[in-house]
């Protein structure tokens, strides 16, 4: 079945520096990639998706690049703030009618000052 | 602004009450989903429904029952409430069809805690 890794936390970061978060995907069909981020006593929400091979989604200054040959969705920012702090999830669409998605475990990022 | 509404933010249950959590939305999506997070285990699929009146199981279904009577509302039963299933539970609505793929819109989660 389908199936989401994402890079295990949880990351620390100062202010301003440059974020990575790797994400890679196995499914079957053409999959749609997204990034959600969930603030401190809240639901998730969708920070970015791309829904073919080569796509770029972006969002408040967060990237990541649908790599079909890598299976690779890798979230990217150049200059995090404190704001940023959240967990971040990796999911994948199983492409039907019903648009079933499947999580990654999650990334905790902390920024600090 | 569009929304999923879920009816509690926080639940304190005990062993073997018959629970509800009510999940509504505004946009007219066909799908709905129910998802619960654990720490170290992600978001792990429940049951989800394409329809009225129409469900299918997700990963995790045991223990766990839905009803979908209205477009707009899912609700997620817990017949017998366990320990075990003290956590964070999420309702998501999607649209059919193209735009089945665009992406979830969550509600804010309801966060149960059986005793």
């Known amino acids: 079945g389908d199936s989401v890794t994402q890079m295990e936390g949880p990351v620390t970061l100062s202010e301003e520096a440059f974020l990575t978060i790797n994400c890679t995907y196995t499914a079957t069909g053409y999959p749609s990639l997204f990034w959600y981020v969930q603030y401190p006593g809240e639901g998730l929400q969708l920070l970015l998706k791309a829904t073919k091979a080569d796509d770029k989604g972006s969002n408040k200054g967060f990237e990541a690049t649908y790599r079909k040959e890598t299976t690779s969705f890798h979230l990217e920012k150049g200059s995090v703030q404190v704001s940023d702090s959240a967990v971040y999830f990796c999911a994948l669409s199983d492409g039907t009618n019903a648009g079933k998605s499947t999580f990654g475990d999650g990334t905790t990022l902390t920024v600090k000052p | 602004d569009v929304k999923v509404t879920q009816s509690s933010r926080y639940l304190v249950k005990r062993t073997g009450e018959k629970v509800f959590l009510e999940c509504v939305q505004d946009?007219?999506?066909?799908?709905m989903f129910w998802y619960r997070q654990d720490p170290g285990l992600g978001l792990r699929l429940i049951y989800f429904?394409?329809?009225?009146?129409?469900?299918e199981k997700g990963d995790i279904p045991e223990g766990y029952s839905v009803s979908r009577e209205k477009k707009e509302r899912f609700s997620l039963i817990l017949e017998s409430a366990s320990t075990n299933q003290t956590s964070m539970y999420l309702c998501a609505s999607i649209s059919a069809g193209a735009r089945a793929n665009y992406g979830y819109t969550f509600g804010s989660g309801t966060r149960l805690t059986v005793v």
């Open positions: 429904s394409y329809d009225v009146k129409m469900k």
């Open positions: 946009m007219d999506h066909e799908n």
